[in-house]
């Protein structure tokens, strides 16, 4: 069982960068799979990054590849998401997920193979 706040959102000018934190409690937060999902208005929410409970794995989806980079802290019960080089299509509500099973293939990239979330954390990126 794990609670997830996120924090770090704000307005930024595009080619700027954020750094978005989500904060957990709860127990065996180092065994959990976590995910970084975004919501832009009228749209769908979709799958931005992924990190094993190691931290040894990671995948991004392809228009953040090379601009946003995931980590964790499995000693602070934290996990992260960089975001430089930010865009005005990066405007979005950004959630952290996190799931106890491990998520191969497509399955990592699916919101509702993720158990718990986070409130959500507002960028936007100014043009």
């Known amino acids: 069982q794990v609670q997830l706040v996120e924090s770090g959102g704000g307005l930024v000018q595009a080619g700027g960068s954020l750094r978005l934190s989500c904060a957990a409690s709860g127990r065996t937060f180092s065994s959990y799979n976590m995910g970084w999902f975004r919501q832009a208005p009228g749209k769908e929410r979709e799958f931005v990054a992924f990190i094993n409970w190691s931290g040894g794995s990671t995948y991004y989806e392809d228009s953040v590849k090379g601009r946003f980079t995931i980590s964790r802290d499995n000693a602070k019960n934290a996990m992260y998401l960089q975001m430089n080089s930010l865009k005005p299509e990066d405007t979005a509500v950004y959630y952290c997920?996190?799931?106890?099973?491990?998520?191969?293939?497509?399955?990592?990239?699916?919101?509702?193979?993720?158990?718990?979330w986070g409130q959500g954390t507002q960028v936007t990126v100014s043009s």
């Open positions: 997920a996190a799931d106890p099973y491990v998520l191969y293939g497509s399955r990592r990239y699916r919101a509702g193979e993720y158990d718990y």
